[in-house]
C-alpha cells in the first residue's frame, strides 16, 4: 500500500468561491465539495461527508510525495496546493480559483520538471448521489486552440470539462457508484503548466470559458486586491482581518446578497453529537452580524445589500422575519435526512435543509436594526433610513406589541419556548434603535412611544432576567444558568458596559465559562464558541479594558487553520481547554438553588424535558464511528463559518478605534 504525504499541522479544507457557490479543497488538492449552480443546490462533488461521492483529485505516479502544503495567494481568493519531496523541494504546484460571475472552476497543474505525469480523476454524483450520468467527448477549437470537452450532465445540473488536446496522453472511465454513473481520469503529461477548466451548470449546454488562463488568474487577482484597497481599516493584524473580509465575501451569495452561514451541511462539533445541521442557508442573525462587519470595515456597499436582502424578505403581515431563509430569498426550507449518505468521517445523518426556519426568534428584529444603526452610525446615510422606514416601522411595531411573547432563543432549541432573556435583551434593542431611527427622520411621536417600550422592556430584563443571587443574567426568565449570549446586554447598551450589571455579569462568564481566553456558550455547550469569545472582547473594549480585549484576540489568531479560516468552534474536541471541576458544582448549585420561586424551578425543568425531548427531530441513531487522531482533529463544526470572521473583523476594527480614541496610534503586524 502506497504511503500516503503528510500534510501541516492544522490543515484543513480551502475555500475558494464566485459569489454564487463555493468548493471546498482538501490539503492534499482534491476537491471534495461543490454545490452548483447555487451553494445551496445538490452537491456535484460530496466526498466530504460521503466516501461514495463525488471529487476531482490528483495523483502523481512514481513521484515520492513527502509532504503537501496549501496557501492562498496575499489578498486573494486564490488557492495553491502544493506537493513536496523528501528534500523539501517542491514537485506540483496545484492553483485553484473560481472566477467571480462565471460558474466556472478552473485547476492549474504547474510541474517543477517537464515531463511529469500526473492523473486527474472526477467524479460528478450530482442531486446527492442520486441521478445518473454518462460521459460525452469531443473536440473543438477555442481561441484558435485544440481543445477536447468531457461533458457529463443530468436534467437538473451539467459539469463539462475542457483542457488542451495536446496536453492528454489518456482518457478513461472508472466505476462510480451504483446508480450514478462513471468517472474520469485524466492521464496528462506536463511539459508545462497545464489548465483543466470545469464548467458547471444547471442547463446541458454549459458555456465556453475564456481560454487566456494568465490573463483570467491575473483579472482575478487584481479584482480581489482592488476591492481591499477600498477597505480602511490601518490596524494590527491586516493580514487575517484580509483573509476574513475574503471568506465573508465567499459566504455571500452576490444575486441577492444573503450570507451563508458555511458552505456545508452535517459537520458536527464533536463525534456522535447528532448535531448535523445544514448551514447553507442566510439567518437572518448571522447576516445581520456580518452587515454590522461591513459597515465597521468601511465596506457600505456590501452592508447596504446585505440589509436590502432581510427588508425585502419581509412578511407583509405577522411576524417581520423567520429566522431562515434560502439565499435566494425563498422562506421554504424544509428539513429532511439523505439516508444513503454515510456523513462525514461516517458520523451521519446528513441533513439538507433546516427546520428553524420554523422557528419563532424574537431576537431578529432587534438584530436587524442594530445592524441598520450601526450602519448609519459609520455613513450618516440617512436616505438609507428614509427608503425603508415604513419596514423599520412595522418591525418596531410588531416588536412593542409582541415582546412578552416566548419563543426558540438564540441557540435554537428544538421544541423549547421560554422568556429567553437574549431574545427579550434584542427586542429593547429593537425599539431602541428604531427609536433613534425616528429621532434621524424627525418623527419625535413614534420616537417617544418606542422608547417608552424600551423602558418597559428593561425593567422586565432586569427584574426577571438578573439573578441577584449569582450577579449574573440568565439563560431565561427562572432558569439560574449563565449564558455568555448576555453580553449583548451590555454591547447593545441596555446596560452601561461599565455599571455593575455588565461589570458583575463579565466577571461571572470570565470565571465560568472562559478558560484559556476561549469562551464558551454555557455550562452545557463548553467548546470555546468564537462568537462569544469575541463578544466579550467586544465588552471589554465598551468597558475601556482594551488590553484585555487585545488579549483575547491574539489568543483567537493562534487558533485558526493553516490557512487563517475559522471553523464553527476554534479547537477539536480532543484539544478543547475545559471548565475547572468547581464550575460545574457551582452551576449544579445554582440550578438546584438559585431560583426566586418554586414556579421558576417547575419552569426551568419543562424547559429542559422539552430540550431532550425534541433534540432529535427525526429520531436517527447517531452511532460514534470509531476514528483516528488526525480524523477526530477534523470535527470542529462546519467550516469556514462565517460568524467567527465577521466578529473578528468587527472587533478589531473597534480595537482600532480605541486605540486611535486613546491616542496610542496602531500597530500594524
Not at 466516501?51 to 492562498?72: E, K, M
Not at 456580518?290 to 456590501?302: D, I, L, P, R, Y
Not at 471553523?567 to 440550578?591: F, G
Amino acid at each position: 500500500m502506497a504511503r500516503e504525504a503528510a500534510v501541516e499541522a492544522n490543515s484543513f479544507y480551502g475555500l475558494i468561491g464566485n459569489g454564487e457557490t463555493v468548493a471546498l479543497v482538501s490539503p492534499r488538492g482534491a476537491i471534495d465539495w461543490l454545490c452548483a449552480p447555487r451553494a445551496d443546490a445538490p452537491f456535484v462533488f460530496g466526498r466530504l461527508i460521503d466516501p461514495d461521492s463525488g471529487f476531482c483529485d490528483v495523483a502523481l505516479p512514481g513521484a515520492d510525495v513527502r509532504t503537501w502544503r496549501q496557501a492562498y495567494l496575499p489578498g486573494t481568493a486564490v488557492l495553491e496546493t502544493a506537493a513536496h519531496g523528501h528534500q523539501g523541494e517542491r514537485l506540483l504546484r496545484v492553483v485553484d480559483f473560481m472566477p467571480r460571475g462565471r460558474r466556472e472552476m478552473r485547476r492549474t497543474f504547474d510541474p517543477a520538471a517537464p515531463g511529469m505525469p500526473v492523473h486527474v480523476r472526477i467524479l460528478p454524483t450530482f442531486d446527492y448521489r442520486r441521478a445518473t450520468h454518462a460521459w460525452t467527448r469531443d473536440s473543438l477549437l477555442l481561441d484558435g486552440k485544440p481543445f477536447l470537452r468531457f461533458q457529463a450532465h443530468t436534467q437538473q445540473q451539467s459539469l463539462c470539462v475542457l483542457l488542451l488536446e495536446d496536453a492528454l496522453e489518456s482518457a478513461a472511465e472508472f466505476p462510480g457508484p451504483r446508480a450514478c454513473g462513471p468517472g474520469l481520469r485524466l492521464n496528462i503529461k506536463l511539459e508545462a503548466a497545464t489548465e483543466i477548466i470545469l464548467v458547471y451548470s444547471d442547463a446541458c449546454a454549459p458555456h465556453l470559458p475564456d481560454t487566456d488562463a494568465a490573463g483570467v488568474l491575473a483579472a482575478e487577482c487584481a479584482q480581489w486586491k482592488t476591492w481591499l484597497q477600498g477597505v480602511p481599516y490601518t490596524g494590527a493584524h491586516r493580514e487575517t482581518f484580509e483573509r476574513s473580509l475574503i471568506t465573508m465575501k465567499l459566504l455571500t451569495y452576490a444575486p441577492t446578497g444573503a450570507n451563508l452561514a458555511a458552505a456545508t451541511t452535517s459537520i458536527p462539533q464533536h463525534p456522535g453529537s447528532g448535531s448535523n445541521w445544514d448551514y447553507r442557508f442566510c439567518w437572518v442573525r448571522d447576516g445581520a452580524y456580518t452587515a454590522s462587519a461591513w459597515a465597521h470595515a468601511g465596506c457600505a456597499h456590501e452592508a447596504r445589500t446585505a440589509l436590502d436582502f432581510f427588508f425585502s424578505c419581509m412578511a407583509p403581515v405577522g411576524k417581520p422575519w423567520q429566522p431562515v431563509y434560502r439565499i435566494s430569498g425563498d422562506p421554504d426550507c424544509s428539513e429532511s435526512v439523505l439516508r444513503h449518505l454515510a456523513g462525514f468521517h461516517g458520523d451521519g445523518p446528513v441533513r439538507i435543509g433546516n427546520l428553524a426556519f420554523s422557528q419563532k426568534q424574537n431576537d431578529l428584529e432587534g438584530e436587524v436594526l442594530g445592524a441598520l444603526w450601526d450602519y448609519y452610525e459609520r455613513t450618516s446615510d440617512r436616505a438609507f433610513l428614509d427608503y425603508h422606514w415604513p419596514s423599520i416601522f412595522r418591525a418596531a411595531e410588531y416588536t412593542a406589541a409582541h415582546w412578552r411573547d416566548t419563543d426558540n432563543g438564540i441557540w435554537e432549541l428544538r421544541g423549547v419556548l421560554g422568556h429567553f432573556t437574549h431574545s427579550k435583551v434584542m427586542c429593547w434593542c429593537a425599539l431602541d434603535r428604531a427609536a433613534r431611527v425616528a429621532a434621524v427622520l424627525h418623527r419625535e411621536d413614534r420616537a417617544a412611544a418606542w422608547r417608552a417600550a424600551a423602558d418597559a422592556v428593561r425593567s422586565d430584563v432586569l427584574r426577571r432576567g438578573w439573578n441577584r443571587r449569582m450577579k449574573s443574567f440568565t439563560m431565561a426568565y427562572g432558569v439560574p444558568l449563565c449564558d455568555s449570549a448576555l453580553l449583548a446586554a451590555p454591547l447593545c447598551g441596555l446596560v452601561d458596559p461599565a455599571g455593575a450589571h455588565a461589570r458583575d455579569f463579565m466577571a461571572r462568564v470570565e470565571k465560568e465559562l472562559t478558560y484559556q481566553s476561549l469562551t464558551a456558550r454555557n455550562i452545557f455547550e463548553t467548546a470555546p464558541f468564537p462568537l462569544v469569545t469575541y463578544w466579550l472582547a467586544q465588552a471589554h473594549l465598551a468597558a475601556g479594558n482594551a488590553r484585555r480585549a487585545r488579549e483575547i484576540v491574539d489568543r483567537t489568531l493562534r487558533l485558526t487553520t493553516d490557512l487563517g479560516l475559522f471553523c464553527e468552534h476554534v479547537l477539536s474536541a480532543q484539544d478543547q481547554p475545559k471548565p475547572a471541576p468547581d464550575t460545574y458544582l457551582r452551576s449544579a448549585r445554582d440550578l438546584a438553588t438559585a431560583h426566586e420561586s418554586l414556579k421558576d424551578a417547575a419552569a426551568m425543568l419543562t424547559l429542559f424535558r422539552d430540550f431532550y425531548k425534541h433534540r432529535n427531530t427525526f429520531k436517527e441513531k447517531t452511532n460514534t464511528p470509531r476514528l483516528t487522531r488526525a480524523q477526530k482533529y477534523q470535527f470542529r463544526g462546519n467550516f469556514p463559518q462565517l460568524y467567527s470572521h465577521e466578529e473578528l473583523v468587527k472587533t478589531l476594527v473597534l480595537i482600532e478605534d480605541a486605540e486611535k480614541k486613546s491616542g496610542g496610534g496602531s500597530s500594524v503586524s
